[in-house]
DNA sequence: GGGGTTGTGCCGTCTAGCGGCACGCTGTAT
DNA sequence: ATACAGCGTGCCGCTAGACGGCACAACCCC
């Protein structure tokens, strides 16, 4: 099924480059540029992309990837099960919530709720969030079984900011921390002007399969909203993990 | 190419369906199992479904398709350029703003920001739009030529409340209106509890290819706040079609 | 415990995708 | 004005790779 394979490399070639034409695409995918105009003819045809208008043709991707990408959060009816929580959670934080599910070694937010207040961290959805420099990733991290959390630092813990955390013994302290709390913390490891606070969502089997977070500018996370929204999140996500079918057992994190 | 429709369709399939088995699949595609089962091989071998890990094997789609759906904007970059200014669209009106692009004969809701009011319309992203029962349609209706939007009325008005309207004359006069007046309005044309005032969003062509509204519960809905938000979201699309390269010229609909 | 159903894998047939090639067009540099 | 390089598009013979019938082990629910 190469065919297919490269179908789908042509798409999200198209993507990133939209608005393209078929030589600049047979380039990229070094394609014969008749293979790639007939594969960007079958991706028309069946409603991934569509021709710019103009002339010469020019390649856009239509929606119909946002249309499958809504359903990406893991478990089924993850989505309406957090919605009405992390609704509430905004209104008693009056943060931006995010709903982050795990995906290979990475957490990638898939919904959004922004606070009311100016100063806002927007992430696109779809973003990629790695495991020890997010809130999300670690209280994912920290509700996973020890052994799963070696595997991840045994690849490796890249650097962001000054804050973030590359040491391995540092990290597993941090996981314990995280579970005897409650709830992850993340101070601007990621991006220096983002912090937040997270607690893993675990499901039937105990593991943790998506994660809630409140996300505070730096500017505002004070020393005195840490354990209140920490307190909030776990709730929030406790509620989620037993909505799915399951008693969330101990902290907030295992 | 059969091969790969039936690998977008089989994706789509997943999506809709997951957690989902071959035997589901095959017969919902109705297509031999053991193809099915190759697709499912290959589309996981690309990264867009995983199996759910237990037994029996179950497809999940993963955020892949979010990956590339973010990029369904239709025109480069109007994302990064519309984001500001819905930002200031909403402190200004403390609505829900969305963000819609033309595709097809429908407009798709691409981008969201909600107002931090308790009562309000959240409408998932990917939501099709009708052209003649939503506010964002009518405003791109309104600003497409005349032959366009008789073209779209040939193909019927469906209703969909009590207020949709159905009649081609009344539409024509309409979308007259909305040219006049700058912006476009909806209340309760599609949804009873859904309000909303919007403007078209125009390219260097002259056509509309986008659209901005400011959404209001009807119960919010007063006669005062219209002309005003009207006011508002017109001048919100002017700024975001000049930034695309192009003085917003007229009204705000055309 | 057995009948049905599931996920998985093999393998010979032949179809349908592959890609080299040529065409007409447009925009640019000479 | 002319040449040229690049573009998008379409054709067609060859053959690689997909197709789908089939078989099998594991599982679940009567």
Chains 1, 2 share one sequence.
């Not at 249309?67 to 309406?80: I, K």
């Not at 399969?209 to 005195?224: D, E, H, L, Q, W």
Request: hydrophobic content about 40%; proline content about 6%.
């Amino acid at each position: 099924m190469q065919n297919v394979v490269n179908a789908l490399r042509a798409l999200e070639e198209v993507a990133v480059r939209q608005p393209v034409g078929v030589a600049d695409l047979a380039r990229a995918l070094e394609l014969p540029k008749s293979s790639v105009q007939r594969t960007l003819v079958t991706l028309h045809g069946a409603g991934w992309i569509r021709p710019a208008g103009g002339t010469p043709t020019r390649w856009l991707v239509t929606t119909k990837a946002l249309h499958v990408g809504r359903h990406a959060t893991g478990e089924l009816g993850l989505r309406d099960v957090a919605l009405p929580v992390m609704e509430e959670l905004r209104r008693s934080t009056d943060e931006t919530i995010h709903l982050a599910v795990r995906e290979g070694g990475n957490v990638v937010l898939v919904e959004r709720l922004e606070t009311s207040q100016p100063v806002r961290i927007i992430l696109p959805l779809g973003q990629n969030l790695s495991m020890h420099a997010s809130a999300n990733g670690k209280a994912v991290l920290a509700a996973d079984p020890p052994e799963a959390a070696e595997r991840y630092i045994a690849e490796g813990l890249r650097s962001f900011t000054g804050t973030t955390i590359t040491d391995p013994q540092k990290l597993r302290e941090e996981l314990e921390e995280t579970r005897a709390r409650g709830y992850a913390t993340n101070s601007g490891e990621w991006r220096a002007d983002v912090s937040a606070v997270a607690c893993a969502v675990v499901g039937e089997s105990g593991l943790p399969f998506a994660s809630i977070s409140v996300n505070v500018p730096t500017s505002r996370m004070t020393p005195g909203v840490l354990p209140e929204f920490g307190a909030l999140v776990n709730a929030a996500a406790k509620r989620v993990s037993a909505a799915l079918g399951r008693a969330h057992e101990g902290g907030g994190a295992r």
